[in-house]
């Protein structure tokens, strides 16, 4: 092999190393919340998240780099729970508003298949109602004792409870 050939493999061995990966793929990897900031927008309405109060929500889909931001757990319920909703999913975070500062909520995500929701509560978030999520069943019932609303898992959630009609109705800034 000449030594123009033994470059030209030497220059393309991290990009073959790189796909090849020990046969590990993107998937693999372990997905991490990114903090939102100042300029962070919600996907749907293009609200910033951080003028509004009420916990946050992270969609990180398959094949995407950055994750999809919701300003509000009602509305990452309701793109999660559509029918038409197929992208795979590969995390989901929320905010534990146990920890979080309500008016102001920043950091304290978690994985939001292992939460607890209370809905119907008084509290409201960006979209007026919210369903405030909660990484301890215990911080969610006496959020809920406090503040009415029922306690349910993730799986709990329904699209029906997911309503984002008259979100706007809500919001005095608009």
Request: aromatic share 8%; with cysteine.
């Amino acid at each position: 092999m000449n030594r123009r050939r033994l470059l030209l493999l030497a220059a393309c061995a991290p990009p073959v190393a790189v796909l090849i990966g020990c046969g590990r793929s993107a998937s693999d990897e372990a997905v991490l919340p990114v903090e939102i900031d100042e300029s962070t927008t919600c996907d749907l309405d293009g609200m910033l998240l951080a003028d509004y109060p009420g916990p946050k929500a992270q969609v990180h889909y398959a094949g995407v780099a950055t994750p999809t931001y919701f300003c509000d757990t009602v509305e990452m319920f309701a793109e999660l729970l559509r029918p038409e909703q197929v992208r795979a999913v590969r995390m989901v975070f929320v905010q534990d508003m146990a920890k979080a500062d309500w008016e102001h909520p920043h950091g304290h995500w978690f994985d939001a298949k292992t939460g607890y929701y209370v809905v119907g509560s008084k509290r409201h978030g960006s979209m007026g109602p919210t369903i405030a999520s909660f990484a301890a069943e215990a911080d969610a019932k006496t959020f809920a004792t406090a503040n009415g609303g029922k306690v349910l898992a993730f799986a709990q959630v329904t699209a029906e409870m997911a309503d984002l009609g008259g979100g706007a109705l809500h919001d005095s800034r608009m």
